[in-house]
C-alpha cells in the first residue's frame, strides 16, 4: 500500500508561482510512474503532469506545459509540481498519483491508470 500526502498549496496572486510536493511512503518510489492532476470547482479531474521511474521522461497538459516542472527525488521518495506563471484557471484541488510502471520510459496521462492517490492540496489563485 502507497500512501501519498501533498504539500505546498495556498493563495497566490496571478502570476506568481508556488511548489507542491508529494511524499510518498514506501520504501521507495522507484519503479513508480508518477502524476499530478487536479480538479477544479464544478469540473471533472484532469490531468496535468507525468514523470517516469528515472525522471527522463515527463508529459504535460498543454495547458500547463512551458509554466509548470514537474521532478522526482528518488531517494527522498518525493515528487514536486513547480508552477509558475499562474494564472486563475489553475485554481484547483492538485492531487498526486502513482501506480507501478517500471524501469521504463512509461508515462500515463489517464486517471484511470494510476492506482495511489493523495488527498489532495487546494491552489487557489487570485486575479
Known amino acids: 500500500q502507497v500512501q501519498l500526502v501533498e504539500s505546498g498549496g495556498g493563495l497566490v496572486q496571478a502570476g506568481g508561482s508556488l511548489r507542491l510536493s508529494c511524499a510518498a511512503s514506501v520504501r521507495t518510489i522507484s519503479g513508480y510512474t508518477m502524476g499530478w492532476f487536479r480538479r477544479a470547482p464544478g469540473k471533472e479531474r484532469e490531468f496535468v503532469a507525468t514523470?517516469?521511474?528515472?525522471?527522463?521522461?515527463?508529459d504535460y497538459a498543454d495547458s500547463v506545459k512551458g509554466r509548470f516542472t514537474i521532478s522526482r527525488d528518488n531517494a527522498k521518495r518525493t515528487v514536486d509540481l513547480q508552477m509558475n506563471s499562474l494564472k486563475p484557471e489553475d485554481t484547483a484541488v492538485y492531487y498526486c498519483?502513482?501506480?507501478?510502471?517500471?524501469?521504463?520510459?512509461?508515462?500515463?496521462?489517464?486517471?484511470?491508470?494510476?492506482?495511489?492517490w493523495g488527498q489532495g492540496t487546494q491552489v487557489t489563485v487570485s486575479s
Open positions: 514523470i517516469n521511474w528515472s525522471g527522463g521522461n515527463t
Open positions: 498519483a502513482a501506480d507501478r510502471g517500471g524501469y521504463s520510459r512509461l508515462v500515463r496521462r489517464g486517471s484511470a491508470e494510476y492506482t495511489y
